[in-house]
T-cell receptor
Framework: SQQGEEDPQALSIQEGENATMNCSYKTSINNLQWYRQNSGRGLVHLILIRSNEREKHSGRLRVTLDTSKKSSSLLITASRAADTASYFCATDAIAGNTPLVFGKGTRLSVIA | GAVVSQHPSRVICKSGTSVKIECRSLDFQATTMFWYRQFPKKSLMLMATSNEGSKATYEQGVEKDKFLINHASLTLSTLTVTSAHPEDSSFYIC???????????FGPGTRLTVL
């Protein structure tokens, strides 16, 4: 599977600041999803954006998708210390019922 | 919402032993389940695709004789790590695809430590 890339690999910000993480992928997709993972724990699904959508909001999260550039961004506004985690984007192919291809992830540290 | 469980959540074993990890879809039927592996500070990598009633499909570089997958029912897939070695220590995560919605749901993961 062709893994996507996230940047930055690590991000450290102060509480209250916004955090932006980017994801690029290599093949055509059906959906792109963002997940959060606390150290040593399972995945928490954050948001799904379909290939025909350009932007989506959920609470303090804002996701954009640019299929022409094969990239997505996740913005977390007004960050909190509890947002400290690794964030992964994951894509699935147009074929459906296919495994997700995960990006390498961004480790976010929010300092109180 | 749909729930996927994994058992055990943590396992420590001696080198050379075999370990079985179960992945269950609790409230939906899953014709397809996926097994992923995650090394420390790394991302999830697909190991294999498990289809109910047929042989699993393994990704390149994953030894099918070492990582035995059985998908005997629409709600259960098992991954057996045979003759485990310390380099098999990892976080193993399964996901199950709902036959109704085609949505993929992840289990909480199993932490395997081989001494």
């Amino acid at each position: 599977s062709q893994q996507g890339e996230e940047d930055p690999q690590a991000l450290s910000i102060q509480e209250g600041e916004n955090a932006t993480m980017n994801c690029s992928y290599k093949t055509s997709i059906n959906n792109l999803q963002w997940y959060r993972q606390n150290s040593g724990r399972g995945l928490v699904h954050l948001i799904l954006i379909r290939s025909n959508e350009r932007e989506k909001h959920s609470g303090r999260l804002r996701v954009t998708l640019d299929t022409s550039k094969k990239s997505s961004s996740l913005l977390i506004t007004a960050s909190r210390a509890a947002d400290t985690a690794s964030y992964f984007c994951a894509t699935d192919a147009i074929a459906g019922n296919t495994p997700l291809v995960f990006g390498k992830g961004t480790r976010l540290s929010v300092i109180a | 919402g749909a729930v996927v469980s994994q058992h055990p959540s943590r396992v420590i074993c001696k080198s050379g032993t075999s370990v079985k990890i179960e992945c269950r879809s609790l409230d939906f039927q899953a014709t397809t389940m996926f097994w992923y592996r995650q090394f420390p500070k790394k991302s999830l990598m697909l190991m294999a695709t498990s289809n109910e009633g047929s042989k699993a499909t393994y990704e390149q570089g994953v030894e099918k004789d070492k990582f035995l997958i059985n998908h005997a029912s629409l709600t259960l897939s098992t991954l057996t790590v045979t003759s485990a070695h310390p380099e098999d220590s990892s976080f193993y995560i399964c996901s199950a695809v709902s036959g109704l919605t085609d949505t993929q749901y992840f289990g909480p993961g199993t932490r395997l430590t081989v001494l």
